[in-house]
């Protein structure tokens, strides 16, 4: 800033400069460097209060009127006492130092007078601005031409700010928002703190101190450390050292002891306040968070039961269609076995039932005599354990531990220490199998560690008893009926085939064993009164009593037809009426039957809706007979037969469709491979009718599951001829 006397200037510009100056706004004024006032405008001769002095009224460049009040006077002669040292101390540093100087704080220049008749408001002028609170002073030092300092300038502004009253006011209000703040914190769930830039603690917090019941001394620094629960504290203390040295949000939850000792949940959050990029304090707040914790673990709680309930029904549900799919009562117990392991996580599982003394249990799947809650010995009702107990008070045996075990049988059952140490069950469940009421057997349960059974269980494992229950009937009945069905079917087909010169023949009816059920598979041979053999292989659809009793009569009405008219045609018409009059629509049958000499290997072929019969001779490759095959009995056709001959060498065999269909076969594929399975047996195997039927039966059902019964017959003529 060039400060230094300007040039010469014309009258004119002189003027209009001077004029300026005298009118700014603000205060200027020019010291000599004996502290005297040179030169003032309008504006300072205000200052300090003076009259108030019209600039327009005189054009002297020494001033207006009332600036020769200042001409060569020092600040303190025109000026108050302390407004006068503190200028006239700034002057004496400017021309010292010779560098400019501003300082604030200084009287504004005005005060507007106040007409309290006039409601003047002390916070306007009349301009209706704000009014002046203080004014600032700018003093640099003046140059001459020689670059000599030989005077001191001054700029006075008034700094426009509120009034006493104002600030008065504004400080109220700063007051009550503090108020409000502080009711907020201690009203509220909140713990505010704050710490120093290294993480400890520096300034007392009421609230922690009112929670925890810690002393000022005791909180301060790293102290607060030891009210977090100590499962939490090394990790609190480890993350908030982390982000002390980084400079990270710190955001945590961690349980805080109360003075009372219990535990609290907090959600507790951080913040670094920084400074010209420095960290100078953490400011943090704790929110108590208990009851939305607790609410949290409720639910989770919950949650967890109902997904449990879900869970259970759902495995109910696919009990209960396990156990209806179940056949035998060994495949009840391998269901049962399967729920208690995956539904209620049993060790062991057993089944047992009443024998049909009424005073006896068979456990179908176990050897429950050296069970700890076993006496040993034969299982009788009087025998005390946890099944018997169960039948005995039509309730559930539920039993938690060894001890209790003791408990609940004490001076009923001698508990062996010894055996309890070797078994791997620590708990117990019992449940009785009830129909109509009476007892039909027990359900055990055993666990690996002591085990409590909720009440949700409690009813799970009811419904499962009682599921299991009418499986086990069900199973029951359903064994006898088989044994029934097997012994009728077994007593109708031949014990043995008939001895015929000129023939060797060999038979196998082997039932399904996946589901037990008997189907209508039969085949026969008898001679006939002119010594020729009548040989049949039929199937009557569908299972059980009905199919084997069906099975029955079309046998014994082939035999009677036969007896009469062996000719296939008439015997097949024969069994067309029987149909009609005695079996329901939708009852089907299928047979083939054949009227063959022995002597000379000729025959006639008659065919009810049955599979072609196969044909191997040597050196030929297998054909299946080219019989058209009519309809299954009862369906009204003609009936006719083909003549059908069998060489020296060459083998018959008839099948039904168990041996070539099932559910991954269908029949056109298992007829091809019939044929070629049979191809591949050697000339050996085909003059052994027994081993050939075992070849073709076991090659078949090789990596298939059997679904369906199969029967096979296989007729052989020696090469040698008729002996």
């Known amino acids: 800033m060039d400060t230094s006397v300007p040039r010469q200037r014309d009258a004119s510009d002189a003027a209009l400069v001077d004029m300026l100056m005298l009118e700014a706004p603000v205060g200027l004024a020019l010291f000599g460097p004996d502290l005297r006032f040179r030169w003032v405008n309008a504006a300072l001769t205000r200052f300090g209060g003076n009259a108030e002095a019209d600039p327009s009224a005189s054009s002297d460049p020494a001033g207006p009127a009332g600036s020769a009040d200042y001409h060569d006077r020092l600040p303190s002669d025109v000026w108050p006492g302390d407004v006068a040292t503190r200028a006239e101390a700034a002057l004496r540093k400017v021309l010292d130092e010779g560098v400019p100087l501003a300082e604030p704080g200084y009287p504004p220049l005005s005060r507007p007078a106040r007409d309290p008749a006039a409601g003047d408001s002390p916070a306007r002028n009349s301009a209706g601005t704000d009014a002046a609170t203080s004014a600032a002073a700018s003093w640099f030092p003046v140059h001459d031409a020689a670059g000599q300092v030989f005077g001191v300038g001054l700029i006075m502004l008034d700094v426009t700010g509120p009034t006493a009253e104002a600030a008065e006011a504004a400080a109220a209000e700063i007051r009550r928002s503090e108020e409000r703040y502080r009711s907020l914190v201690q009203g509220g769930a909140q713990v505010v703190w704050v710490a120093a830039p290294d993480g400890g603690m520096k300034e007392d917090s009421p609230e922690w101190r009112w929670i925890t019941g810690q002393s000022v001394e005791e909180f301060t620094g790293s102290g607060w450390l030891q009210s977090i629960h100590p499962e939490d504290r090394e990790r609190v203390e480890r993350d908030w050292r982390e982000c002390v040295r980084t400079g990270k949000i710190f955001d945590d939850r961690y349980r805080i002891r109360t003075k009372g000792g219990s535990y609290r949940h907090y959600d507790v959050r951080a913040v670094p306040i920084e400074r010209d990029g420095k960290i100078v304090e953490w400011v943090g707040a704790s929110t108590d968070v208990t009851s939305q914790r607790e609410a949290e673990e409720m639910r989770g709680r919950l949650t967890e039961q109902l997904s449990a309930a879900a869970l259970r029904t759902a495995r109910l549900q696919q009990a209960t269609s396990m156990l209806a799919e179940a056949l035998t009562v060994e495949q009840v117990v391998e269901v049962i076995t399967e729920v208690g392991r995956t539904a209620i996580g049993a060790l062991h599982s057993a089944v047992a039932l009443l024998e049909a003394d009424g005073a006896r249990l068979r456990v179908v799947n176990d050897d429950l005599r050296n069970a700890p809650d076993s006496a040993g010995g034969q299982l009788t009702l009087q025998a005390p354990s946890v099944m018997t107990k169960a039948i005995a008070t039509r309730r559930p045996v539920l039993v938690e531990d060894p001890d209790d075990l003791r408990r609940q049988f004490e001076g009923e059952l001698e508990i062996d220490p010894e055996r309890v140490a070797a078994s791997d069950e620590r708990s117990w469940v019992g449940l009785a199998l009830l129909t109509a009421g009476a007892p039909l057997g027990a359900l055990r349960f055993s666990f690996g560690r002591p085990r409590k059974i909720t009440e949700e269980e409690r009813v799970f494992l009811e419904a499962l008893a009682g ?156 054909r299946f007979d080219q019989v058209e095959a009519g309809t299954p009995l009862g369906w009204a056709s003609p009936r006719k037969q083909h003549a059908f001959n069998l060489r020296p060498g060459s083998t018959a065999v008839f099948y039904s469709d168990g041996l070539v269909e099932n559910r991954n076969r269908g029949l056109d594929a298992g007829l ?24 073709l039966v076991e090659r078949m059902l090789a990596g298939h599951e059997q679904d369906d019964d199969v029967t096979v017959l296989v007729m052989h003529v020696p090469a040698s001829g008729p002996q």
């Open 672 to 695: 091809e491979e019939l044929a070629a399975v049979a191809a591949r047996a050697d000339e050996d195997l085909l003059a052994r009718p027994e081993r050939l039927l075992e070849y």
């Open 467 to 622: 599921q299991c229950s009418l499986a086990v009937e069900r199973a029951g009945l359903y064994e006898r009926e088989h044994t029934t069905a097997e012994t009728l079917q077994r007593s109708l087909l031949p014990d043995r085939l008939p001895s015929v010169p000129g023939l060797v023949m060999a038979a196998k009816y082997r039932p399904v064993t996946r589901n037990m059920e008997i189907g209508g598979d039969w085949y026969d041979a008898f001679r006939l009164a002119d010594q020729r053999l009548g040989v049949a292989v039929g199937d009557v659809m569908g299972k059980g009593l009905i199919a084997a009793a069906g099975m029955g009569r079309v046998r014994n009405a082939l035999r009677a037809l036969a007896l009469t008219d062996p000719r296939p045609a008439a015997v097949l018409g024969g069994l067309d009426r029987l149909f009609s009059a005695t079996e329901e629509e939708e009852q089907v049958t299928t047979v083939a039957y054949l009227v063959i000499d022995p002597e000379t290997g000729d025959g006639v072929l008659g065919n009810a809706g049955h599979l072609p019969a196969l044909v191997l001779e040597a050196g030929c490759a297998p």
